[in-house]
């Protein structure tokens, strides 16, 4: 069984940073595409990073690039994303997902998520 597990979100002022953290288990992860998604109050599910387990091949929303940064511990199956300059508009649940497939944006093509960790950003 996978299983994703976000934690590091909180509550940080405008211009301040996060990281956070998802603890991938149940299988290897060497194939997979890994990714971050966000959902705000009353909005839809969106796409901000992801990443090839292998190669560490990268795609950031237009809204993150160059703030936010994934990477991975192949080691440890991890995947993290530095979170720096945030903004209110930022707050969101922060979702980590993987998926087989090529790396993509689509919230659908992603079989497995985690619970979502809270990252809140005060002005």
């Known amino acids: 069984q996978v299983q994703l597990v976000e934690s590091g979100g909180g509550l940080v002022q405008a211009g301040g940073s996060l990281r956070l953290s998802c603890a991938a288990s149940?299988?290897?992860?060497?194939?997979?595409?890994m990714a971050w998604f966000r959902q705000a109050p009353g909005k839809e599910r969106e796409f901000v990073a992801a990443?090839?387990?292998?190669?560490?091949?990268?795609s950031y929303a237009d809204s993150v690039k160059g703030r936010f940064t994934i990477s991975r511990d192949n080691a440890q199956n991890m995947v993290y994303l530095q979170m720096n300059s945030l903004k209110p508009e930022d707050t969101a649940v922060y979702y980590c997902?993987?998926?087989?497939?090529?790396?993509?944006?689509?919230?659908?093509?992603?079989?497995?998520w985690g619970q979502g960790t809270q990252v809140t950003v005060s002005s």
């Open positions: 997902a993987a998926t087989k497939t090529s790396l993509t944006t689509n919230l659908r093509s992603y079989d497995y």
């Open positions: 990443i090839r387990w292998s190669g560490g091949r990268t």
């Open positions: 149940g299988r290897t992860f060497s194939s997979y595409v």
